[in-house]
């Protein structure tokens, strides 16, 4: 029994012993490099489980393979190559249509089974509709001004600091050329 001890005999090591070593601060690591560090090292752990995820799930799939009948077999491999199939047709389709990543992506998450990613889905499909009205007002408006720049049309005048106004008086004092210029300038007459 020399294990027992009185009250309060060790505290004052512990005591004694913390008070002696001072606490130092790591200098030159920045937070930066911490969370690269600790990125880095859980990626490293992710790849190792995922790597023994795979070789169970490869020697449960070749157990399953062997324990499955001619006919399931037959069944398994006809809907590889269906869901093949569908996946080529739907890549054909999607290039043949032009539709991007982005919509594609909120098209599938409209198509899940699960409630937010179905109001997701379809926050993303109205926001790339909206998206694509917003390129096509800006198309027309470009071909609108070229059309008109094309046919020499001038553009109308401008209301505020950039509009030009003129009293009748005054454009009743300028050459027929300079009334003709002011005109096709922009500008206007005021009484």
């Known amino acids: 029994m020399d294990d027992v001890q009185t009250p309060g005999a060790g505290t004052d090591q512990i005591a004694d012993k913390g008070a002696a070593e001072p606490t130092q601060k790591a200098e030159g690591?920045?937070?930066?490099?911490?969370?690269?560090?600790?990125?880095?090292?859980?990626?490293?752990?992710?790849r190792k489980w995922q790597s023994k995820f795979d070789t169970i799930l490869g020697e449960k799939k070749a157990v399953e393979g062997k324990a499955l009948t001619v006919e399931q077999r037959m069944e398994q491999l006809e809907r590889e190559r269906e869901a093949e199939r569908l996946g080529f047709t739907r890549e054909k389709a999607k290039l043949s249509a032009n539709i991007d990543d982005e919509l594609e992506g909120a098209?599938?998450?409209?198509?899940s089974s699960k409630a937010d990613e179905i109001t997701s889905g379809a926050s993303?499909?109205?926001?790339?509709?909206?998206?694509?009205?917003a390129a096509h007002e800006a198309?027309?408006?470009?071909?609108?001004?070229?059309?008109?720049?094309?046919?020499g049309a001038q553009?109308?005048?401008?209301?505020?600091?950039?509009?030009?106004?003129?009293?009748?008086?005054?454009f009743e004092k300028l050459a027929p050329k300079e009334r003709a210029e002011y005109m096709a300038s922009g500008g206007t007459i005021t009484d």
């Open 124 to 133: 993303g499909i109205r926001a790339y509709i909206a998206k694509l009205n």
């Open 29 to 46: 690591v920045s937070k930066e490099d911490l969370e690269a560090l600790v990125a880095s090292k859980l990626d490293e752990n992710n």
């Open 155 to 170: 553009p109308r005048p401008r209301a505020g600091k950039d509009q030009k106004v003129m009293a009748t008086a005054d």
């Open 107 to 111: 098209i599938r998450l409209y198509g």
């Open 139 to 151: 198309d027309k408006a470009k071909a609108i001004e070229d059309a008109l720049a094309k046919v």
